[in-house]
């Protein structure tokens, strides 16, 4: 199906483990982004990525890596889980990353809660 | 430091009856505004932007105005329908970055 798919939808890990959040889009979008969405903050950038095998980082990178060796994929590990990665997880594309007309299409979230 | 700021954490209107959202960004640098909605269990989906070169931007039922000078937007939303029940994300982007307000929860009684 065309759009954007995160998976897992649900994951729960115990603190210092390794977890890799999924995310395929199939509009062949340049860029891509990954936000976490806590109460009271809204959704903040994590990293982001211009096109395969370029990434930087975003407001809130620490704690977390990324890659994107193919244009459709973009992955976000947490390489050490800590409680305060406790989260919904959103990942997003869009077509440009000019700030002037950047809509972005977000996939339906990975709720990861880290015990 | 929260650059896009909605100051309402929630808003209750009855059907038919305006909503209006607020929002306020503390950015010069920010030119394009965003509106998008959330669903539970759902992602953000875009509603509706305004550039910073004109002052409203109409769709429908929902309606964008943006004060530069007060650094303020807002979203008018008439006539209000139970459907529109969902959380609000302000968004403002410029000089390449974006960034989201907290959200407002919109609930529309019947």
């Known amino acids: 199906d065309a759009g954007i798919t995160q998976s897992p939808r649900y994951k729960i890990t115990e603190t210092g483990r390794q977890v890799t959040l999924m995310c395929h889009q199939t509009w062949s979008h340049s860029y891509m982004f990954w936000y976490r969405q806590d109460l009271g903050h809204g959704l903040r950038l994590i990293y982001y990525s211009a096109a395969a095998d370029i990434t930087d980082k975003g407001e809130v990178p620490d704690g977390y890596v990324v890659s994107r060796s193919k244009t459709e994929n973009f992955p976000l590990t947490l390489e050490s889980a800590t409680r305060s990665q406790t989260s919904v997880y959103f990942c997003?594309?869009?077509?440009?990353?000019?700030?002037?007309?950047?809509?972005?299409?977000f996939g339906a979230g990975s709720r990861l809660t880290v015990l | 430091d929260q650059q896009v700021k909605q100051n309402s954490p929630s808003l209750s209107v009855q059907e038919g009856r305006i909503s209006i959202l607020n929002c306020d960004y503390t950015n010069s640098m920010f030119d394009y505004f965003l509106w998008y909605k959330k669903y539970p269990a759902e992602g953000p989906t875009f509603l509706i932007s305004i550039s910073s070169i004109k002052d409203k931007n109409e769709d429908g039922r929902f309606t964008v105005f943006l004060n530069k000078s007060a650094k303020h937007l807002s979203l008018h939303i008439v006539p209000s329908q139970p459907g529109d029940s969902a959380v609000y994300f302000c968004?403002?982007?410029?000089?390449?970055?974006?960034?989201f307000g907290a959200g407002t929860r919109l609930t529309v009684k019947p």
């Open positions: 997003a594309s869009s077509r440009t990353g000019s700030s002037r007309a950047n809509v972005l299409t």
């Open positions: 968004a403002a982007s410029g000089n390449n970055d974006m960034r």
